[in-house]
């Protein structure tokens, strides 16, 4: 995300702040399977 806003391109399509949604969405699924036990 600090990349995108200093104008740095690596090639990818995906946003920034995009990237950071999909990550957060797929570690708190992890960390609920193993340490809650609540599958997604």
Request: net charge positive; charged share 20%.
């Amino acid at each position: 995300m600090l990349l995108q806003q200093l104008g740095v391109n690596l090639g990818g399509d995906l946003k920034g702040t995009r990237s950071l949604d999909i990550t957060r969405t797929y570690v708190a699924a992890f960390l609920d399977l193993h340490l809650r036990a609540q599958p997604q």
